[in-house]
């Protein structure tokens, strides 16, 4: 009885304890959202006051028309915005050579005595570049006119006998054809010792040395390059997709580097054939004299490949501001700042991707200096 009258005494206390400390939470909660009022009811007194404040000032906002009324009358000049047709061309990768352009090549052995020129020293028609040392081809030479002075003899001799009836017309004829054969022999030596010396086929420059003076030349290897470049050629390789939109005696557009602008030439040759390497058919262009162009520069030819209409305004109408590009559209006699999108220039005039429509007009005079909304008169 005393043990039971002990365990619901301790279970008592430990409901005790259990209440105690939900009455502390609750009375803590209760802290907490009262805290919470007072800072609400502080931060909706601060907004209710600057309103207030903002409310009596009685500022009230400025128009954009009221601002635009304040802007001077700016005089402008316009252009209207035109859908053109134009040209839609690919670059082909090209390089500039001389028209007319020659290796010279020995012809003999021998080695080189004589090498008179430079890299770039512009030489004549008939000028000596090469000469070789070749003793055996003037001693050829030598023996040939030795026996051809003999055969000439002896005809003169045979003849003078035949016309006295002294010897036959086969001992004749025998010696006649000696003769002959000596004179054929005299010529060819004579021919192989022009070989030894070696001039400029044309009037032009030396763009290319292989040799110096004292290498041994032999037949068929390279001794020098000569080019006129008073006369320029262009060639490229044309993919086979776009060569059948290139036609012979077309004028075809082409950029250099070095060079500003474009330039043309006109198409003077066509492989008929295509390169089974490359899938490419050889274009040649000739070109007029142009300061700057010289052989072996890099080009980009522009190939046709088609047509299609785009919108264009005078490149002088387009305002770059900062990354922008701005154009200003004419509207109830007053600027009206349009963004726009460029694309590729075509002269004096730029195409217009998006921003403006046909027949806008816009201004080209004094555009930079313009505002939105601000009156214009047109000269």
């Not at 060569?243 to 580097?257: K, N």
Request: with cysteine.
């Amino acid at each position: 009885m005393k043990r039971s009258l002990q365990k619901h005494s301790s279970s008592r206390r430990r409901e005790d304890a259990t209440l105690r400390s939900l009455a502390h939470e609750t009375q803590s909660v209760f802290s907490y959202a009262t805290c919470f009022r007072w800072w609400l009811s502080f931060v909706l007194a601060a907004i209710l006051s600057v309103a207030t404040v903002l409310t009596g000032c009685g500022a009230k906002p400025e128009s954009s028309k009221g601002r635009s009324s304040q802007l001077p009358v700016a005089t402008v000049q316009t252009a209207t915005a035109e859908s053109k047709t134009q040209t839609n061309t690919e670059e082909v990768v090209g390089t500039v050579r001389a028209k007319t352009r020659a290796t010279l090549e020995a012809k003999v052995s021998g080695r080189i005595t004589t090498l008179p020129v430079v890299l770039g020293q512009p030489v004549r028609a008939g000028e000596l570049v090469v000469r070789l040392d070749a003793p055996e081809i003037v001693a050829r030479r030598d023996q040939a006119e030795a026996s051809l002075q003999q055969a000439e003899r002896d005809w003169k001799r045979i003849a003078a006998l035949f016309e006295q009836q002294a010897v036959t017309r086969a001992e004749y004829e025998a010696a006649d054809t000696r003769r002959r054969v000596a004179e054929g022999a005299a010529a060819e030596a004579k021919a192989m010792l022009g070989y030894v010396e070696l001039v400029a086929p044309f009037d032009g420059v030396v763009t290319k040395k292989w040799v110096e003076a004292g290498d041994l030349a032999t037949p068929g290897k390279p001794l020098l390059t000569l080019e006129a470049p008073s006369e320029l050629q262009l060639e490229a390789d044309v993919p086979e997709a776009m060569a059948s939109h290139v036609r012979r005696e077309a004028h075809l557009a082409y950029r250099a580097d070095d060079v500003s602008g474009e330039m043309t030439g006109v198409v003077s040759e066509i492989a008929p054939n295509a390169d089974p390497g490359s899938r490419t058919f050889r274009v040649k262009l000739d070109l007029p004299p142009t300061p700057g162009l010289r052989p072996g520069q890099f080009v980009r030819l522009q190939v046709p490949v088609g047509e299609s209409r785009s919108l264009r305004v005078p490149a002088v109408a387009v305002v770059q501001r900062g990354q922008l590009e701005i154009v200003f559209v004419i509207a109830n006699q007053s600027a009206q700042l349009r963004l726009a999108k460029t694309g590729r220039c075509f002269g004096n005039t730029v195409e217009i991707l998006s921003g403006l429509d046909a027949d806008d007009s816009v201004v080209v005079d004094g555009a930079d200096r313009l505002s939105d909304g601000q009156p214009l008169e047109t000269k």
